[in-house]
T-cell receptor, first 115, second 112 residues
Framework: AQSVSQHNHHVILSEAASLELGCNYS??????LFWYVQYPGQHLQLLLK??????LVKGIKGFEAEFIKSKFSFNLRKPSVQWSDTAEYFC?????????????FGAGTRLFVKA | GAGVSQSPSNKVTEKGKDVELRCDPI?????LYWYRQSLGQGLEFLIY????????KSGLPSDRFSAERTGGSVSTLTIQRTQQEDSAVYLC??????????FGQGTRLTVV
């Protein structure tokens, strides 16, 4: 079945450690790719997006993600995490790019950063 | 309002009862989505509205679930004869362009 897969359900890091959260999708053709974040007690919000062009995209708070088309991947990275990055991170895909309408989400990765 | 508003924020209901969940989207957003977030399951797509019509109802898990949207604005998700497996957080999102989703805080439904 077509899906969005996030490799880790729970990640625990110490402050200043580097972060990489994996995301793979199984849709062919054009896709729009996203990472959303949900901080404790807050609503889901967009972290970064990829539509086309440079496959390395930068988002808020020092996050970046790299689109590797051949691997159907869109991994999220941050060189040095902070305690305030503790949150749940969701990878998401719109199959069909701007012609599509349905955002499909992965199961999420809960990140806990120890101070 | 400035954001997507959902009510109630929490709902506890007895098994077999009907519940209605409400979503008030951002003004002017023509697209509206309902998702269900269960523990460890991520966000499960339920239904999508463009204006008042629902081109995609494919995610509704059973015929006990229905949704409507009136005036191109407020949407109601109704679950009839609730079951324990319906317990989840129900999230509403709206969008101007079907690309960037703006989410509400969700309704946490507990069926006892």
């Amino acid at each position: 079945a077509q899906s969005v897969s996030q490799h880790n359900h729970h990640v625990i890091l110490s402050e200043a450690a580097s972060l990489e959260l994996g995301c793979n999708y199984s849709y062919g053709g054009t896709v729009n790719l996203f990472w959303y974040v949900q901080y404790p007690g807050q609503h889901l919000q967009l972290l970064l997006k990829y539509f086309s062009g440079d496959p390395l995209v930068k988002g808020i708070k020092g996050f970046e993600a790299e689109f590797i088309k051949s691997k159907f991947s869109f991994n999220l990275r941050k060189p040095s995490v902070q305690w305030s990055d503790t949150a749940e991170y969701f990878c998401a895909v719109i199959p069909g790019g701007t012609g599509g309408f349905k955002t499909i989400f992965g199961a999420g990765t809960r990140l806990f950063v120890k101070a | 309002g400035a954001g997507v508003s959902q009510s109630p924020s929490n709902k506890v209901t007895e098994k077999g009862k009907d519940v209605e969940l409400r979503c008030d989207p951002i003004s002017g957003h023509t697209a509206l989505y309902w998702y269900r977030q269960s523990l460890g399951q991520g966000l499960e797509f339920l239904i999508y509205f463009q204006g008042n019509s629902a081109p995609d109802k494919s995610g509704l898990p059973s015929d006990r679930f229905s949704a409507e949207r009136t005036g191109g604005s407020v949407s109601t998700l109704t679950i009839q004869r609730t079951q324990q497996e319906d317990s989840a957080v129900y999230l509403c999102a709206s969008s101007l362009n079907r690309v960037f989703l703006f989410f509400g805080q969700g309704t946490r439904l507990t069926v006892v």
